[in-house]
């Protein structure tokens, strides 16, 4: 029995497999796969928590379970890449290459293009360059680049230390993100004449930032003490009363 058990056993690892297959015609991508057990209980462990439901600021978490282990695995790649600590690949730290034409990028209509040549809605790319190194370049009409500028990194050291001292974590309403979970998100974007900012920027988790960016919630920085506030849309409060994160400053 114990060695029938280890045939099984390395039958299964040796079946893994991991596959991510363009759908023709769709914007998006089928993700299929088998998992020996062990892996996939090292999988279950780092998604289980992340993948509970999130209701917060008066709205439910209207994800499927599905929709919320896809929203978590995402989450845990996101916390992996901005670790530092992934292997190079071609010299560079792992990370995500979007070009995108500057006119594009301000009026969100048309797409952008990934590195392995696929393509990204515009608002996708506007939301992933709140917080990005930007390379600028001009390119010939055939796309070939002629010249390339210096890479800036919008939100880094002493901004990106005071946001993490002043909101703690992602600042929406309600959610418990710690900040190394958190994107620096421009109140009014950079391409809009946004600055960079600590009055014109907030932490906000990856779930969070995507819903600002795709719903009717307003955010500002308090004249008084200097806190993010959340404004809700009048679906969830007619009154629009500003709200804010209270569980990171919770005693």
């Given at each position: 029995a114990r060695?029938?058990?280890?045939r099984a056993e390395e039958r299964a690892f040796l079946g893994r497999d991991l596959r991510l297959s363009e759908v023709p015609g769709e914007n998006r991508v089928r993700l299929s796969g088998w998992l020996?057990?062990?892996s996939a209980a090292q999988l279950r462990a780092a998604i289980d928590p992340l993948s509970a439901p999130r209701p917060s600021a008066g709205e439910p978490d209207v994800r499927t379970p599905g929709q919320r282990r896809v929203d978590?695995?995402?989450e845990v790649c996101r916390i992996a890449l901005a670790c530092g600590e992934l292997p190079a690949n071609g010299g560079d730290r792992p990370q995500i290459v979007v070009t995108v034409g500057i006119d594009t990028l301000h009026q969100q209509v048309g797409t952008a293009t990934l590195d392995d040549g696929s393509s990204l809605p515009a608002t996708a790319a506007r939301r992933l360059a709140c917080d990005a190194a930007l390379l600028p370049a001009v390119l010939g009409t055939a796309g070939q680049v002629l010249d390339v500028g210096r890479e800036q990194r919008l939100i880094k050291g002493p901004l990106r230390r005071a946001l993490v001292l002043?909101?703690?974590?992602?600042?929406f309403p309600?959610?418990?993100r710690p900040p190394r979970w958190a994107d620096?998100?421009?109140i009014v974007h950079w391409t809009d004449g946004g600055t960079t900012s600590l009055d014109n920027a907030v932490l906000l988790c990856g779930y969070h930032h995507r819903q600002v960016h795709h719903?009717?919630?307003?955010?500002r920085i308090n004249p008084?003490?200097?806190l993010p506030e959340f404004t809700p849309p009048t679906y969830i409060d007619p009154e629009q009363k500003p709200q804010r994160n209270r569980y990171h400053r919770r005693q």
């Open positions: 060695e029938a058990m280890e020996d057990r062990e978590a695995l995402v002043r909101d703690r974590g992602c600042a309600g959610c418990d620096g998100h421009h719903s009717p919630w307003q955010i008084g003490d200097g």
